[in-house]
């Protein structure tokens, strides 16, 4: 009868390996938008036309980069923004590579247990709604530093189409009106005064901003001390310490982005190029793949047990040394070079068994020593030169800390409670946090954002990245995979079904009535919990491929309004 039984349960497997490995097929009808030059994905089709726009003027991906990253505060509100920061990884068309880092930092008065009471416990919202959430917005300067360094066109061309938008209007889509709908007792909570959310907004109802355009003038004209040292800079801090902020003129002036150096790592015959800390991104997708490399993702086929077995045990190891490890580098020694090494990948997954699941309470961090102590949006740009950007910008929750300007058309992120309120206690999208990410004066919060390029026999295969919290990592991860080992167009890589581990909790969310219900019983026989109530969305990908021919596919995720638009 037992022999009966494992026979039974492998012609399971078996059938449901061929089954989701020939889910998916390179047939050219799956394939999304190829155009002969230059391309851009982003959240929105205005966003995406502005930047297409740009590059068609004789603009690089970089002017692009600024004008797209503009327009998206415009357009997508919900995580497009001025009052936020991001990160951007990027590939020249000779082959230079690197980085820019415009997170948000804490304020100067900011301190360690500013979210705690006096019993020591966390202060329920105080780190994610209104003023008291908000870390020191970084996209301006972002923008700028881009341009400076990068761009061929006067910032004039940039600019002045976002401001056009703005006046203009953006017509709400179907999902714009939900997520409004669904936000607007918070936008209560956090404003003292009405703001423009708070009317009823339905699908086709055009939105205008003209305080937002009002902004984008005197940045045009003033640059980016408009933002961070003008007349702007003073009303925005006015606003933040009337509505019981921290931010200061000190705080602005003091604001730089910085260029960092990627993390870089071999996968197979890829090189892949990635964001460096703050962000936790470049490091964790280099562990998982480091982990999974040396086995047969191919062979046990597309979303098969095995193939989630192995991939879930990685991410469940790289999260665990995530909130233990990484932090801000200009605050804390991150040993990225440890994390990704090869030797350490074995040793990781040396426990590791298809016979069952490793508990996550039975994975701490790994041994390395130190010698000292979901709501998020993504563009992808390559233009006609070769050069490719991948950027991802963020308020961090759905509208940041709901707290709008209306002064000055934006919303404000709730970033700092990226920073560990608490070692131990998660923040909102449940990841736990040690001291390598306590709050500190003037430091940059870490973040998961995973803006990657991808090259192969030297030259640019992908520019991909996505927004989801927490999830962004391992959807990166799951459409590098996807194109790579299984021979995915990149319309279909973006949207195929995930699945996300991250060690606390100890499960695997699952995108809803995606998974095959026999694969999920064999799963949770195996010993893992799945979730599929908490994954309505897992990630929003949007990625360029650059095909065999040397013309490029855009993959714009099903999952949002995102839009591929080239020439």
């Not at 078996?14 to 155009?35: H, M």
């Not at 804390?332 to 997954?349: H, T």
């Not at 095959?516 to 979730?531: F, V």
Request: charged share 25%; aromatic share 8%; hydrophobic share 40%.
């Amino acid at each position: 009868m037992k022999k009966l039984l494992l026979f039974t349960c492998g012609l399971i497997f078996l059938v449901a390996c061929k089954k989701t490995a020939k889910t998916y097929t390179t047939d050219e009808t799956k394939r999304g938008l190829i155009v002969e030059n230059a391309m851009v994905v982003s959240a929105r089709e205005e966003a995406s036309k502005i930047g297409t726009e740009i590059l068609k003027k004789g603009g690089n991906a970089f002017d692009a980069m600024a004008a797209t990253e503009l327009a998206l505060a415009v357009a997508y509100p919900y995580a497009g923004n001025l009052g936020g920061g991001g990160f951007m990884v990027y590939r020249t068309s000779n082959g230079e590579i690197g980085a820019l880092d415009f997170r948000e930092k804490a304020p100067l008065a900011a301190t360690k247990n500013m979210y705690l009471d006096s019993l020591g416990k966390v202060i329920p919202d105080k780190s994610t709604l209104g003023a008291m959430a908000v870390g020191v917005p970084g996209s301006v300067a972002g923008v700028f530093a881009t341009h400076e360094k990068f761009g061929s066109l006067p910032i004039e061309d940039i600019i002045q189409p976002v401001i056009d938008l703005a006046y203009k209007g953006i017509v709400i889509t179907k999902k714009q009106e939900e997520r409004i709908k669904k936000h607007q007792e918070s936008f209560l909570k956090a404003n003292k005064n009405p703001i423009l959310f708070d009317s009823i907004w339905k699908a086709k109802d055009t939105i205008k901003y003209p305080a937002l355009a009002k902004t984008l003038e005197r940045i045009l004209k003033n640059g980016k001390d408009e933002f961070y040292k003008g007349e702007t800079a003073q009303r925005l801090v006015n606003f933040m310490q009337d509505n019981g902020g921290i931010i200061t003129m000190e705080d602005l002036n003091r604001y730089e982005a910085k260029w960092r150096t990627p993390v870089t790592f071999e996968y197979d015959d890829l090189k892949i190029i990635s964001m460096a800390p703050p962000s936790s991104g470049g490091i964790c997708l280099a562990q998982i793949l480091k982990m999974i490399e040396p086995y047969d993702l191919q062979e046990y086929g597309h979303n098969s047990v095995k193939a989630i077995q192995v991939i879930t045990e990685a991410e469940r190891r790289a999260y665990a040394d995530r909130s233990f490890y990484l932090g801000d580098p200009d605050f804390v020694n991150v040993p990225g070079d440890e994390l990704i090494s090869k030797n350490y990948s074995y040793d990781r997954m040396s426990n590791f068994s298809f016979e069952k699941a490793t508990l996550s309470s039975e994975v701490s961090h790994g041994k390395v020593d130190v010698i000292e102590s979901n709501e998020t949006t993504h563009f992808s740009i390559v233009d006609s030169f070769g050069n490719s950007v991948s950027v991802t910008t963020t308020l961090n929750g759905a509208f940041g800390s709901k707290l709008y300007c209306s002064d000055l058309g934006f919303f404000l992120n709730n970033e700092m409670d990226d920073f560990s309120s608490k070692p131990g206690v998660p923040n909102m999208f449940g990841l736990i946090g040690a001291e390598a990410n306590s709050i500190v004066p003037e430091k940059r919060m870490l973040s998961s954002m995973t803006p990657t390029i991808v090259e192969k026999d030297g030259k640019l295969l992908m520019s991909v990245g996505t927004p989801g919290g927490s999830t962004i990592i391992t959807s990166v991860l799951q459409t590098i995979l996807n194109v790579h080992e299984y021979k995915m167009t990149m319309q279909q890589a973006v949207d195929a079904p995930r699945f996300h581990h991250q060690w606390l909790p100890d499960e695997i969310k699952m995108e809803p009535n995606s998974f095959d219900k026999e694969l999920i019983y064999q799963l949770e026989a195996l010993g893992y919990k799945i979730n599929e109530e908490d994954a309505p969305v897992i990630g929003k990908v949007d990625g360029v491929l650059v095909l065999p021919n040397g013309k490029l596919e855009g993959g714009a995720d099903r999952r949002g309004d995102d839009t591929a638009v080239g020439y």
